[in-house]
Nanobody, 124 residues
Framework: QVQLVESGGGLVQAGGSLRLSCAASGRTQSSYGMGWFRQAPGKEREFVVA????????RYAGSVKGRFTISRDNAKNTVYLQMNSLKPEDTAVYYC?????????????????WGQGTQVTVSS
């Protein structure tokens, strides 16, 4: 089992930046891919970004490409999401995900482990 704890969410004005962190604990010896999904009120959960265990492969949703950057520090079992040029439509609960298959899938079913989520609110 892997436990994921997100931090760094909050309220920011449009055009601002936030950095989310996700710390993994538990059975972290495997080569886990990690990533982020988000869910806005009344909408389905959607893929945001993912990164492979090595960090050499990443996948971004088109809506965040060029504004968000994912990175990881395997020594700390932590993944980061730097979010710049935030827009009101980025408002959502952001969920950290991890999966031992390391496929950096863009679908919900591709991830075994989910954090509790952290709220990001972007005001206009």
């Amino acid at each position: 089992q892997v436990q994921l704890v997100e931090s760094g969410g909050g309220l920011v004005q449009a055009g601002g930046s936030l950095r989310l962190s996700c710390a993994a604990s538990g059975r972290t010896q495997s080569s886990y891919g990690m990533g982020w999904f988000r869910q806005a009120p009344g909408k389905e959960r959607e893929f945001v970004v993912a990164i492979s265990w090595s960090g050499r492969s990443t996948r971004y949703a088109g809506s965040v490409k060029g504004r968000f950057t994912i990175s990881r520090d395997n020594a700390k079992n932590t993944v980061y999401l730097q979010m710049n040029s935030l827009k009101p439509e980025d408002t959502a609960v952001y969920y950290c995900v991890a999966d031992a298959r390391n496929t950096i899938s863009a679908v919900v079913a591709g991830w075994d482990y989910w954090g509790q989520g952290t709220q990001v609110t972007v005001s206009s």
